[in-house]
């Protein structure tokens, strides 16, 4: 089912066989740390795939200013989710620029596209300590109003939480079981991410 691993750029990127298939739309989910090129990376696949580019940011902070509510991001990703599944299910490529940091996430985002007919081909864009505070500090400094205030601690302390993805995922391989306790992933993503059903 999965033809190949190759590495873009600085970006690691797994390659279903399905990709080939005009018929099968594909979900493209960038992973990474914030400031990592993401989003600079995700605005070429959308152009690249003439993809359906769904970057959280980009609506947090037009309709929320730069202060983040409690709750706010989960229930829009749980809405861009679900527009993202639609736009599969209508024939559309998705680039969904979520970051992903935790590997239930992926598993959850990787079923719930299998279960509409679409493939799904995870993005990870690894960056170094240094190289992201250069890239946080860069932007900060040129475009404030496409991102949130960033500090050295938050960076330290966001790479602790981060589960990089592994040769499994970025190969595609089958999803495992959700955590204990939940029947499913579908359960599992709508407790996750409240407005997705
Ligand atoms: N490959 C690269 N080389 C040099 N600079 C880059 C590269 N990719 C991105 N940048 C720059 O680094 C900064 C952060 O990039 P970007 O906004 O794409 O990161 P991100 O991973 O989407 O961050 P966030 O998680 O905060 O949304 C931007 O100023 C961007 O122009
Ligand atoms: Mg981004």
Known sequence: MWASVISAGNAVVAHPASLNDPGVSTLFLTVGLPGAGKTTRARQLAEEHRALRLTPDEWMIPLFGQSQPPGKRDVLEGRLLWLGLEALGLGTNVVLDFGCWSRDERSAIRWLVASVGASCRLVYVPVDHETQRARVAHRQSTTPDRTFPMSEADLVQWRTLFEEPDASELEGRR??????????????????WPSLV
Do not use: H, L, S, Y
Request: charged share 30%.
């Open 175 to 192: 999803v495992g079981d959700p955590p204990p306790g939940w029947p499913g992933w579908r359960e599992w993503a709508a407790d996750r």
